[in-house]
T-cell receptor
Framework: GAVVSQHPSWVICKSGTSVKIECRSLDFQATTMFWYRQFPKQSLMLMATSNEGSKATYEQGVEKDKFLINHASLTLSTLTVTSAHPEDSSFYIC???????????????FGPGTRLTVL | AQSVTQLDSHVSVSEGTPVLLRCNYSSSYSPSLFWYVQHPNKGLQLLLKYTSAATLVKGINGFEAEFKKSETSFHLTKPSAHMSDAAEYFCVVSASYNTDKLIFGTGTRLQVFP
């Protein structure tokens, strides 16, 4: 099956610094990718939709200036947490849908996640 | 708006006994429903999906789920639990009919005892 990777798998940073997380589709192209946030022992919350070649669309309540998303190529989306604070500590997961286009009920392929800890 | 409710946050079973993870959905149209499993330190994996072709859906690793419109349910079952089934399970619904956006339930942690 298709593989999605994330880098880094974990990161620790100081408050006020910025952190970039990469999401790559390794053996397929993805014009759309999704970014989720998962708090400990909780569900996944969709943060934003990353669109190749255009601006990301953010879910209600997600600060677009805090969570910068760039989808520079058909295999790479990046999430940058700017001026990170302890409350940004979380598990960040990306996903990419299979071929067929929106609404075609294709499997989504998830990355293994990135654990961010802000001190 | 689409939503799913997972009725149990934790389920514990003995190895070799049946598994039942319950999920109810709310949808303004005929939904697409999925079950995903999350093992520690691994990406979420699709177990099975319902897309209106058949109400009884068979998935990987012996799991299956039945779509019951009258009960707005999509419960996940397995006849005989294995130790390797211990994980977090998410019931998921598509956000709308023309999107790949997904809405996750709160998850059910399955424990399997020897």
């Amino acid at each position: 099956g298709a593989v999605v990777s994330q880098h880094p798998s974990w990161v620790i940073c100081k408050s006020g610094t910025s952190v970039k997380i990469e999401c790559r589709s390794l053996d397929f192209q993805a014009t759309t990718m999704f970014w989720y946030r998962q708090f400990p022992k909780q569900s996944l919350m969709l943060m934003a939709t990353s669109n190749e070649g255009s601006k990301a669309t953010y879910e209600q309540g997600v600060e677009k200036d805090k969570f910068l998303i760039n989808h520079a190529s058909l295999t790479l989306s990046t999430l940058t947490v700017t001026s990170a604070h302890p409350e940004d500590s979380s598990f960040y997961i990306c996903s990419a849908p299979g071929a067929g286009g929106p609404g075609s009920y294709n499997e989504q392929f998830f990355g293994p996640g990135t654990r961010l800890t802000v001190l | 708006a689409q939503s799913v409710t997972q009725l149990d946050s934790h389920v514990s079973v003995s190895e070799g006994t049946p598994v039942l993870l319950r999920c109810n959905y709310s949808s303004s149209y005929s939904p697409s429903l999925f079950w995903y499993v999350q093992h520690p330190n691994k990406g979420l994996q699709l177990l099975l999906k319902y897309t209106s072709a058949a109400t009884l859906v068979k998935g990987i690793n012996g799991f299956e789920a039945e779509f019951k419109k009258s009960e707005t349910s999509f419960h996940l079952t397995k006849p005989s639990a294995h130790m390797s089934d211990a994980a977090e399970y998410f019931c998921v619904v598509s956000a709308s009919y023309n999107t790949d956006k997904l809405i996750f339930g709160t998850g059910t942690r399955l424990q399997v005892f020897p």
